[in-house]
């Protein structure tokens, strides 16, 4: 489904009765990337998954989609569809949109789930490298793209999970540059939103991969234990629904129907 939103399109897709659940892909994928949960859960709840600004079918809004601006259109969406109180799933770049959006509306999230994301800004480091990664997606977007979708799972995973990657890279390849760029400064400027998980009076579940290439596994895992919110841990990268499929699936699917 399309809607349009600011002289723009917002492409959605809306399968299954009961409870609202929201599914937010990740920087360079789209919400094509829950086809093998969404069958698994749609019997029982309404399954929402939208593709992001500058990702998918969905337009760009300038040259900085910041998580804010992510996060309103989200919520234009949900309130198209008179959606109230809703779970929402987010993996990666999508987590922390589902974290700004539980900033803005606390009261409308029965929960939220981190997949493969954390409510801590970057650092330094993390920025530069964010600078690093727009100037090579300037100089060659298909170099920077094969190399980042590849570098999400690891060295020893490539091999065994080449169809996925495969499949990933060809629906990363028809972004644009605008969109791609955009939400890479986006990322690069968001704000720590740490408290808001701490805060939010709902339901919280946050899943990691134990040798994730982008997020600092040990690190992390602390941060989380200081917070006072518990972790679950697969093995493998930064791809847990691809990587983990069947566990992964098992842990959500309790989630939501907590």
Request: proline residues 3%.
């Amino acid at each position: 489904m399309i809607l349009e939103y600011k002289d723009i399109p917002i492409f959605y897709t809306n399968q299954g009765e009961g409870g609202a659940v929201v599914l937010l892909h990740g920087f360079l994928e789209t919400s094509s990337m829950w086809k093998h949960l969404i069958p698994e859960i749609e019997s029982q709840h309404n399954i929402i998954a939208i593709d992001l600004l500058g990702h998918g079918q969905t337009g760009c809004l300038g040259y900085i989609h910041t998580m804010e601006l992510m996060a309103e259109a989200v919520a234009f969406v949900l309130d198209y569809l008179k959606v109230e109180k809703f779970f929402i799933i987010g993996h990666s770049m999508g987590g922390y949109v589902a974290l700004a959006l539980a900033e803005s509306f606390p009261q409308r999230i029965k929960g939220l789930c981190l997949l493969n994301s954390t409510p801590f800004a970057d650092s330094p480091e993390r920025q530069s490298n964010r600078d690093r990664a727009i100037k090579a997606v300037k100089y060659n977007p298909q170099s920077f793209i094969t190399m980042a979708i590849a570098n999400l799972f690891g060295p020893e995973k490539v091999s065994q999970f080449a169809e996925e990657i495969e499949l990933i890279k060809l629906e990363a390849m028809s972004l644009s540059l605008q969109g791609i760029i955009a939400a890479l400064e986006g990322m690069k400027i968001r704000k720590d939103r740490s408290h808001v998980l701490e805060q939010l009076d709902a339901h919280k579940m946050v899943l990691l991969g134990r040798n994730d290439p982008v997020l600092e596994y040990v690190i992390l895992k602390s941060k989380f234990d200081a917070l006072g919110i518990d972790s679950v841990d697969f093995e493998g990268g930064h791809m847990t629904y691809i990587e983990n499929i069947r566990e992964f699936t098992y842990k959500l699917k309790r989630f939501i129907e907590k």
